[in-house]
C-alpha cells in the first residue's frame, strides 16, 4: 500500500486537496481485471458517471507499463489493485448538480496525474523488486538442479572419490548460498 498528500493547490481562487493511495495485490481480485478505482470527493464516494470524472481521465492518461502494470491503451492498469483519489476543497467542481463526477479543470486534473504518478513510483519499485526475487528464485532452481550433475561430471574427470566429490557438491551449494545472501 502506498499513499501520498499533494501539498495545497489553488484552481480559479478556491484551494483544493488531492489525496492518492494505491493498494497493490488486493485479495479478492484477479490479476487480469482492471484495477478498481475509487473515487472520492470531500470524503463522499462518487458512484456514478465514472468515465465523465476527471478522476478517470487522470488515472487513464497515466502510462502505467512505466511502472511494471499492463494497461490498454487509455484505460485503467490491470493487476489486483485498488486506485483511490480524493479531492477536497471548499469548492468542488462538479460537472453537474447531481455531484456525481468532477469537472476537468487543467490545474485539478494536473495535481491528480502528480499524485498518481507519484504512488505510481512506490508502485513500480515493489512490482519490480517482486519480478527480481522471482527471476533470482527461477535462476537458483536451474543452478540448483545441475549442482549434483557437475559433482558427477568432476568425479570422473579428476578422479575424485566419493568424499572429495560431496566435498565439490558442499562447496558449490555453499558459495551459490552466499551470492545470494551478498
Known amino acids: 500500500y502506498t499513499s501520498v498528500t499533494r501539498p495545497p493547490a489553488v484552481y480559479r481562487g478556491n484551494p483544493f486537496l488531492v489525496e492518492a493511495g494505491i493498494a497493490y495485490g488486493v ?10 478505482l475509487v473515487r472520492l470527493a470531500n470524503r463522499v464516494p462518487l458512484l456514478h458517471q465514472q468515465s465523465s470524472c476527471a478522476i478517470t481521465k487522470s488515472v487513464g492518461s497515466i502510462g502505467w507499463r512505466g511502472y511494471g502494470l499492463n494497461q490498454p491503451n487509455g484505460s485503467l492498469p490491470i493487476g489486483p489493485m485498488l486506485i483511490m483519489v480524493h479531492v477536497a476543497s471548499v469548492w468542488v467542481p462538479f460537472t453537474s448538480e447531481s455531484k456525481e463526477a468532477i469537472a476537468h479543470y487543467p490545474e485539478i486534473v494536473k495535481q491528480i496525474r502528480l499524485a498518481l504518478q507519484e504512488c505510481g513510483r512506490k508502485l513500480g519499485m515493489h512490482v519490480r523488486r517482486k519480478k527480481r526475487v522471482a527471476e533470482e528464485g527461477r535462476k537458483r532452481a536451474y543452478i540448483e538442479k545441475y549442482i549434483p550433475h557437475i559433482g558427477i ?3 570422473d574427470i579428476l578422479s575424485l572419490n566419493d568424499g572429495q566429490e560431496k566435498k565439490v557438491v558442499d562447496t558449490l551449494t555453499d558459495v551459490l548460498e552466499r551470492s545470494r545472501k551478498g
Open 153 to 155: 561430471a568432476l568425479k
Open 27 to 36: 485479495k479478492g481480485h484477479d490479476a487480469d481485471k482492471q484495477a478498481r
